[in-house]
């Protein structure tokens, strides 16, 4: 089958990094300004749009050809920009965004071909964004430039030559990935799930605007109350400004500090200071609340049609083929604790402050606890929203084989107590509220939270055990029982590690009794998945490491610094790539039995599906979503799933 790599560049009004593709492409001015392409191996070929040249009549008629498979950078944004136009179907596209970021290698055409060593001058990197900076967005009108807002071929013609050649560039670097990348495909059921992740992103879900608007001004109010009160508090012309407010609390706590970041704050209130700072730091803290950023996100990204698209990103997250939030960011929303929602969105609606001040108390927090309820079904619809209980925990256990956990979420499913029944050797029975026992449920919850990828006594407190109530010396023991009651678990940490390190030091090929097999070719270690898929890790290697043990090493993006370059890891952590993929392969059969059946996925976050369903088809409903979700892949046998949820809901929530 042939393929038609194709890129290209484009002009629209609205800024695609804050409002997203769908909204970029749906405005009136978007068009197509150059269309670069090239078949198989031949010569790329460059269609300057703007200068009145035609896309030749077979390339456009063999967008819409199934013998012909469309390849992009991606693809996502060539499919919908084109389909504005063109008749093209989204089963015959393929994307070396998605064949990169399934082998390990970082999203963007540049970061890949910094990975693959295409030795792309960053020089030319940088003029290249400015040809999209000066062609595919507006411009300022200025006196110098007559008053324009927007700049065509003809007023630098040396810049426009230049851009058609970045331009075919893209095109060449995008088919090298393509072939460099051809022997490890991405498996077909990836491609049906990246389908299904289109279809959910171009769907998107309604926005109730007018809580959005009510809550952006009722926002805005106390922002304005709040920064006057630290005026009067402070003396300070602007405690805003991060340097003022610093060198402010600097002079009268006698405190030395770096920052005033979220934990920098939270570190000087525990420390109990005078009363005006405190109320000063509270205000900033108040002022620092990411509620308004979502409302304000929301808005940028709206549709014409009230609707947000564009929510997520197939392959989000490194390796594992998690997804991940984008725009509004929903995979970090807050939960909701008012009990009243219908009342304080009413109010917000209605912008009526005093009421929300009087029967809320924190406004800010009332906001932030309202974005939730900002995301509802269309018109005659409903949501119907299930997720998974325990998913990684239950997927943790059926591949360790710790028999006594896949008991517990065979039947009761209370694993809080009954990990702290296992760990301290008493009767479940005596771990319930208003007995003795209870008080170890939270060292049973906490351990379950923190333990099961090799985590430690900081991992316990990172949870939040001292939180809990739990105190530092009590932590290694809770370690040491969690581990002695998971025997399994925590072989197979070691396990995995033992494997890698065979597979990279002698070839070693390890099939596990769990579905997982450890294997190296001479670019990878592969970790092959139950589902079929794999998770790759690029350059790998032993080093020694500080205890005189060997070391896996690979080559790869850091989450914490987004930089490519060397990763270690350990047994411990490649079991939890392996559990969160896993987990990740569960959801998406879960959302496509969904999705087969007729069902319309607004969007999903975490282990969660949010479904709209209209309101006179009874034949959809949660004990049918809940089956359906729970119904196993064939790779999946015995795997003790559970679901839950709620029904008939007028806007998204969670408690």
Known sequence: MRTLH???????????????????????????????????????????????????????????????VKVAHNAAFEFYSLSKFYRTYLEQWQCTMVQALYCGFPGSLAGVGEAMNFHEDKKKMG??????????VPCAATKANGGRTRNYPHHNMQKWELFKSYNLQDVVTEREIYHQLRHYPVPDLEWVNWRLDQMINMGGTALDMDLVNGALAISDQI???????????????????????????????????????????????????????????????????????????MKTCVCEDGRVRGLLQFYGANRTGRFAG?????????????????????????RQIEAVRMIYGNIPDTLSQLIRTAFVPGEGCHFCVADFSAIEARVLAWMAGEQWR?????????????????????????????????????????????????????????????????????????????????RRIYDFWYTI???????????????????????RDENFLLIQLPSGRSLFYNNPQLAMGSYGNKEICFTGLNQTNKKWGTITTWGG????????????????NAMMNLASAGYK?????????????????????LEDVIKRMCALPDWANGLPLNAAGFDNALYYMKD
């Open 497 to 519: 590690e033992r494997a890698a390190q065979e597979a990279i030091e002698y070839g070693v090929v390890t099939s596990l009794a769990c579905g997982v097999t450890i294997s």
């Open 127 to 136: 003029i290249g964004k400015a040809l999209i900076k000066y062609f595919c």
């Open 601 to 621: 996925i607004n969007f999903h976050i975490h282990d969660e599906v949010i479904l709209e369903v209209p309101d006179e088809d009874k034949s959809k409903n």
């Open 6 to 68: 194709i890129d290209i560049e484009t002009f629209s009004s609205v800024n695609i990094k804050k409002s997203g593709l769908y909204k970029y492409v749906q405005s009136p001015d978007f068009e197509i300004i150059l269309f670069a392409y090239a078949y198989d191996d031949e010569p790329v070929r460059v269609i300057d749009c703007l200068q009145k040249e035609a896309i030749p009549l077979p390339v456009i008629m063999d967008l819409s050809n199934p013998k012909i």
């Open 326 to 350: 984008r725009l509004v960011q929903i995979q970090n929303l807050p939960k909701n604790f008012i009990g009243t929602l219908d009342t304080a969105r009413e109010f917000v609606k209605h």
């Open 573 to 588: 952590k490649l079991v939890e790539n392996i559990i969160q993929a896993v987990s990740r392969d569960i959801l998406c």
């Open 406 to 486: 896949l008991e517990v979420f065979r039947t009761h499913g209370k694993i809080y107590e009954a990990s702290a029944s296992a760990m301290f050797g008493v009767p479940i029975e005596s771990i319930a509220k208003g007995q003795e026992n209870y008080k170890l449920r939270a060292k049973g919850k906490v351990a379950e939270l923190a333990l099961g990828y090799g985590g430690g006594a900081k991992a316990l407190i990172a949870m939040g055990a001292l939180n809990m109530g739990l105190t530092e010396e009590e932590l290694p023991d809770i370690v040491k029982r969690w581990r002695a009651s998971s």
């Open 223 to 297: 922002r304005d109350e709040l920064s006057d009160k630290a005026k009067d508090l402070t003396g300070l012309d602007n405690p805003n400004s991060v340097a003022q407010l610093k060198k402010w609390v600097e002079e009268n706590s006698g405190l030395e500090i770096e920052s005033l970041n979220k934990a920098t704050v939270a570190e000087i209130l525990a420390g109990d200071p005078e009363e005006g700072i405190k109320e000063v730091l509270k205000i900033r803290k108040e002022l620092g609340k990411t509620s308004v950023k979502k409302y304000e996100a």
